[in-house]
């Protein structure tokens, strides 16, 4: 006989039946009858109660649940979600059945999150959500909201371009490392020093690199220094930026020192000759044309000779006194005149400019020069075409212009 009873509880119902009585092992040893038979009355005693849950609200619950988990299985065998933050991790990490893969970015990228959904946190971190079919998105809220540290990237120095400059007084070398770069924790210090040094080869004193490195004026936070150099040659300079991670990087700049080359045209003219002088002065009078520049009158020197074998030693003091004659000559001015010529150097015996001219007493003994001609056809040979003169150096030859240069490779 079968029966329909209520179940336990407020507004539960279950159906339950039983089919005879339970042998000693607990079974039903019956057969089991239908649940129309019952009609209300209790279960014979020794018979076996089964029941089935008919409670409408928590059915409801349950099977929503079972949804949501039906539909993440069925999800999570087909998707897998990937991440890119521009570094390259040792590892990977999965959660159940969805795998984080990172994706290594171009080292030289700043790092940061494709697509991120919640942007930058700051100090080299940023916070990111997985990137999910739509349809996986209620279990990826859950699940994959979190921060991750961005590996470090070395700073990139930049020591700035080559530089070729002229030894001054007044040079000063300024070094220019403020294009350097750090993608992340900016830089924390700058510091230069000098690689090397290779002087010019008119440089008696050159520097050690040692010497040079001091000369530099800066603080190592300032990306520029500066630097009086004082002696020509080729100096190679090397920038150390480190970033706030302890991460350096360095970068070498050539700066090349020409030595001074000054040049300077000096016009040179003389006193005036007069009517019969008895003295010729040869003492040159010095007109620079633009100035003297790092020259002087010290700077040049001349030398007098005659075609008579009388050399400089015999006219130390830039004259020519007709009253030498017997000094000069045994007594009486030779005929045809001597040729006379004064030629200019520098202090190194460059040879400058000269000229020539002829000058003699007519008669020999009367004490004045009443023959001064220039040298019109350069073959110290006096001769009729020869014009006489009254000033040096003669009209016909070419202005006299000295022209001094010099090098100077270092300053003290």
């Given amino acids: 006989m079968t029966k329909i009873r209520n179940c336990p509880g407020s507004g539960d119902s279950k159906i339950g039946g039983y089919a005879g009585p339970v042998d000693g092992h607990g079974r039903n040893s019956g057969t089991r009858k239908s649940p129309d038979a019952f009609s209300g009355a209790s279960?014979?005693?020794?018979?076996?109660?089964?029941?089935?849950?008919?409670?409408?609200?928590?059915?409801?619950g349950r099977s929503a649940v079972s949804?949501?988990?039906a539909v993440f299985l069925c999800f999570s065998l087909f998707?897998?979600?990937?991440?890119?933050?521009?570094?390259?991790?040792n590892n990977f990490q999965t959660i159940g059945n969805v795998t984080e893969r990172p994706v290594q970015a171009p080292a030289a990228e700043p790092v940061k999150a494709k697509e991120p959904w919640f942007g930058t946190l700051g100090d080299g971190k940023f916070q990111w959500r997985d990137i999910v079919s739509a349809m996986a998105l209620p279990f990826a809220v859950f699940t994959s909201c979190k921060t991750e540290d961005a590996a470090n990237q070395a700073p990139t120095a930049d020591?700035?371009?080559n530089q070729n400059v002229t030894l001054a007084s007044n040079l000063t070398v300024t070094l220019n490392g403020t294009q350097s770069t750090d993608p992340d924790d900016g830089i924390a210090s700058y510091a230069w020093t000098c690689l090397s040094y290779t002087k010019h080869a008119d440089v008696l004193t050159p520097y050690?690199?040692?010497?040079?490195?001091?000369?530099?004026?800066?603080?190592?936070?300032?990306?520029?220094v500066t630097l009086a150099l004082r002696k020509a040659g080729t100096y190679t300079f090397q920038l150390t930026v480190t970033d706030k991670s302890d991460v350096s990087a360095t970068?070498?700049?050539?700066?090349?020192?020409?030595?001074?080359?000054?040049?300077?045209?000096?016009?040179v003219t003389f006193a005036p000759l007069g009517i019969n002088p008895t003295?010729?002065?040869?003492?040159?009078?010095?007109t620079p044309v633009n100035g003297w520049g790092s020259f002087g009158a010290s700077d040049i020197r001349f030398e007098i000779s005659d075609n008579k074998d009388n050399d400089n030693s015999k006219f130390t003091d830039g004259k020519i006194d007709a009253s030498k004659a017997l000094e000069l000559y045994n007594g009486t001015w030779p005929w045809p005149p001597p040729l006379f010529i004064q030629v200019f150097y520098d202090n190194d015996d460059n040879k400058l400019g000269e000229y020539s001219f002829f000058a003699g007493d007519r008669w020999g003994d009367a004490g004045y020069f009443d023959r001064i001609h220039e040298d019109t056809n350069n073959n110290m040979v006096f001769g009729s075409e020869d014009q006489a003169i009254s000033a040096l150096p003669p009209p016909n030859a070419s202005p006299l212009v000295l022209q001094l240069s010099k090098t100077t490779a270092e300053l003290p």
């Avoid at 970068?251 to 016009?267: A, F, Y």
């Avoid at 003295?279 to 010095?286: E, F, G, Q, W």
């Fill in 43 to 60: 279960p014979p005693a020794g018979s076996a109660c089964f029941s089935v849950n008919t409670c409408p609200q928590k059915r409801k």
């Fill in 67 to 69: 949804f949501i988990l």
């Fill in 79 to 89: 998707f897998t979600y990937e991440i890119e933050i521009g570094s390259v991790f």
């Fill in 159 to 161: 020591a700035g371009s």
């Fill in 208 to 224: 050690t690199k040692e010497q040079v490195t001091a000369l530099i004026t800066a603080t190592d936070t300032d990306g520029k």
């Fill in 251 to 267: 970068s070498n700049v050539t700066v090349t020192v020409n030595p001074l080359e000054d040049t300077r045209d000096i016009g």
């Fill in 279 to 286: 003295v010729i002065n040869l003492t040159p009078i010095y």
